[in-house]
């Protein structure tokens, strides 16, 4: 992709910023490992679309998808990233219209984005992969286990439901997605990142989240918001594979009862809950967040 030269510098200035944001005044962050180094690529799938993503951990090691919720991006994960056991093979990417990668007029819909996730491992020759997915991300999550179930080995899914239209006062958010203009206010991208939070988060790692939703352009957060509000529920197949899922008590995005709607139709899936943790579980409880997920894996890989 076309990167100017601050673009350029921003990789390390990313990771810095992640660690710390991650780390300073948090005790639960006790490292299970060191952390492998993050790195950065960008590609060029076959659905049309660059995509940017962090990478980290043994290139022949346990493969993992991970995508972000709404107006998110990699730096999403990055409070669970260095955590995780090096002996993973970690992909956490900016899906199309988010962070840096590109932003097509079209091609929002949530089977679109699975699309790339599939020309994702297919451009990495990845076979099969674990697929971990927050709120949007758990979405695509479900749509990419429907498209090609045969490329998932664990699914993971984090706040999520069957889809968009499920959140709550969801008439309410798509009036507002659909009066924004660019330059989109900050404020608006503020309050919608803060109202998923409960437990406090260092102010750093919030501000880098604003920052980051703020890279959606006005007509990516319509289209987007549409096409995900259209979006049917994915059938998913299953038995096909293990599934873990994440919910907290204070959620203020995706209720109990959606939790458990979703629940219902993936009658394999196991759901863990967190009392006092809001809507992004993984960046308000990361280490027991991890601890659930590596112990899922190693099971799941018996």
């Given at each position: 992709?076309?990167?100017?030269?601050?673009?350029?510098?921003?990789?390390?200035?990313?990771?810095?910023?992640?660690?710390?944001?991650?780390?300073?005044?948090?005790?639960?962050?006790?490292?299970?490992?060191?952390?492998?180094?993050?790195?950065?690529?960008?590609?060029?799938?076959?659905?049309?679309?660059?995509?940017?993503?962090?990478?980290?951990?043994?290139?022949?090691?346990?493969?993992?998808?991970?995508?972000?919720?709404?107006?998110?991006?990699?730096?999403?994960?990055?409070?669970?990233?260095?955590?995780?056991?090096?002996?993973?093979?970690?992909?956490?990417?900016?899906?199309?219209?988010?962070?840096?990668?590109?932003?097509?007029?079209?091609?929002?819909?949530?089977?679109?984005?699975?699309?790339?996730?599939?020309?994702?491992?297919?451009?990495?020759?990845?076979?099969?992969?674990?697929?971990?997915?927050?709120?949007?991300?758990?979405?695509?999550?479900?749509?990419?286990?429907?498209?090609?179930?045969?490329?998932?080995?664990?699914?993971?899914?984090?706040?999520?439901?069957?889809?968009?239209?499920?959140?709550?006062?969801?008439?309410?958010?798509?009036?507002?997605?659909?009066?924004?203009?660019?330059?989109?206010?900050?404020?608006?991208?503020?309050?919608?990142?803060?109202?998923?939070?409960?437990?406090?988060?260092?102010?750093?790692?919030?501000?880098?989240?604003?920052?980051?939703?703020?890279?959606?352009?006005?007509?990516?957060?319509?289209?987007?918001?549409?096409?995900?509000?259209?979006?049917?529920?994915?059938?998913?197949?299953?038995?096909?594979?293990?599934?873990?899922?994440?919910?907290?008590?204070?959620?203020?995005?995706?209720?109990?009862?959606?939790e458990d709607r979703l629940q219902a139709r993936l009658p394999r899936a196991r759901l863990v809950v967190y009392p006092e943790t809001g809507h992004?579980?993984?960046?308000?409880?990361?280490?027991?967040?991890?601890?659930?997920?590596?112990?899922?894996?190693?099971?799941?890989?018996?």
């Amino acid at each position: 992709m076309r990167a100017s030269p601050l673009a350029a510098a921003l990789p390390a200035l990313a990771v810095a910023t992640a660690l710390l944001s991650g780390m300073v005044g948090d005790p639960s962050r006790r490292a299970i490992q060191p952390p492998s180094p993050v790195s950065f690529g960008e590609i060029r799938l076959s659905t049309g679309v660059w995509i940017r993503y962090a990478e980290q951990g043994d290139p022949a090691g346990e493969p993992m998808i991970l995508l972000h919720g709404l107006s998110d991006s990699w730096f999403s994960w990055s409070r669970v990233l260095p955590l995780f056991p090096s002996g993973w093979r970690v992909y956490a990417l900016d899906q199309r219209g988010h962070g840096d990668s590109d932003k097509p007029a079209t091609g929002y819909a949530a089977r679109d984005l699975a699309a790339d996730v599939v020309a994702f491992l297919d451009a990495k020759a990845i076979r099969r992969a674990t697929v971990v997915g927050h709120s949007m991300g758990g979405i695509v999550a479900q749509h990419v286990a429907a498209l090609a179930p045969e490329r998932v080995s664990r699914l993971v899914l984090v706040a999520t439901a069957g889809g968009l239209r499920e959140m709550n006062g969801a008439a309410e958010f798509e009036q507002a997605v659909m009066a924004l203009a660019d330059p989109v206010p900050e404020a608006f991208a503020r309050e919608f990142q803060e109202s998923t939070i409960h437990r406090p988060l260092p102010r750093a790692f919030v501000d880098r989240t604003v920052v980051e939703s703020l890279k959606l352009p006005a007509r990516v957060w319509h289209t987007l918001t549409a096409e995900l509000m259209a979006s049917p529920p994915a059938e998913v197949p299953a038995a096909r594979f293990p599934i873990l899922m994440y919910w907290g008590t204070k959620d203020a995005v995706f209720s109990r009862e959606a939790e458990d709607r979703l629940q219902a139709r993936l009658p394999r899936a196991r759901l863990v809950v967190y009392p006092e943790t809001g809507h992004a579980v993984h960046w308000e409880r990361p280490e027991p967040f991890v601890e659930e997920l590596a112990a899922f894996v190693s099971v799941a890989r018996r």
